[in-house]
């Protein structure tokens, strides 16, 4: 493992949740484009096909997004962004503050859709399970870029090094969840910091550590799911990635959910 992904701890989950089954589409993107007053598929791949998960979104972005999604299906936006530049999302749209619109700012309260929090999408994509990928162990030795148990679950830079491929086409986990390795990185709601695991476990001092929501501050957003040009190791369950909230590039993506009983 890397540094950041221990010590290991025990995370409990109590609050239900939708996860949408696949990575967010370009298709569905384009569905939203009224509700969030875009106009553009940002999509470096847009010659995938627009069943081939939407990227280069940013985390602001995808904020945007989940609230469109909320909207339209008649659900309280769970986010407030503020400090907007002019541009729309899909066109490098960056804020400079965001408000989560529930009880206590407490994001699992949303009654919209909105990102998973980092141990939500850990949750989701172990479906029990407790090896590297949801289907066994990492098997990757030296420099072969392909791995046998990642090959049939995810897209990666083994068999797709040159981009996304359509959503769904790899076996999926127990829960029904496909491209939970692999295919683009997800944007979480949590800020990243190294050693948020370490800190967590002495302040909770033995209390049992309950729907973590990440650290309150950070300068970046956590990233979670591989991707199509990263190695085998980087698509681990347990990975951690991050970037700055205004990153976009070429496999940045998104998975809304919905809390099951706000």
């Not at 407490?106 to 009654?111: D, F, M, S, T």
């Not at 989701?124 to 870029?145: E, K, L, M, W």
């Not at 392909?146 to 986990?173: C, E, F, Q, R």
């Amino acid at each position: 493992g890397e540094g950041d992904e221990g010590p290991q701890r025990t995370v409990g989950i109590t609050r239900g949740y939708w996860l949408k089954a696949t990575e967010l589409t370009q298709a569905e993107w384009k569905a939203m484009l009224t509700a969030m007053g875009g106009t553009v598929n940002p999509s470096h791949f847009s010659s995938c096909g627009v069943e081939c998960p939407v990227e280069t979104v940013n985390w602001w972005e995808s904020l945007a997004y989940c609230n469109a999604l909320s909207m339209s299906a008649g659900l309280a936006e769970c986010y407030e962004l503020t400090g907007c530049n002019a541009n729309k999302p899909g066109e490098d749209m960056e804020c400079t503050g965001v408000t989560v619109n529930a009880t206590g700012g407490n994001p699992l309260l949303c009654k919209g859709y909105r990102l998973p929090t980092e141990a939500e999408g850990e949750y989701a994509v172990r479906a029990g399970s407790t090896t590297a990928f949801y289907n066994g162990p990492i098997i990757q030795t030296g420099f072969d870029p392909v791995d046998p148990n990642l090959d049939a679950i995810g897209w990666y830079y083994g068999n797709s090094p040159s981009g996304t491929k359509t959503v769904g086409g790899k076996d999926a986990n127990d829960w029904g969840l496909f491209d939970m390795s692999g295919n683009v990185w997800e944007w979480a709601w949590d800020w990243y910091k190294v050693d948020y695991y370490e800190d967590r476990i002495d302040a909770l001092a033995g209390a049992a550590d309950v729907d973590p929501l990440g650290p309150p501050s950070g300068d970046e957003r956590v990233l979670r799911g591989g991707a199509w040009d990263h190695f085998a190791r980087h698509c681990r369950s347990a990975f951690r990635h991050y970037n700055v909230p205004g990153f976009n590039s070429d496999y940045p993506g998104l998975r809304p959910l919905r809390s099951a009983n706000p």
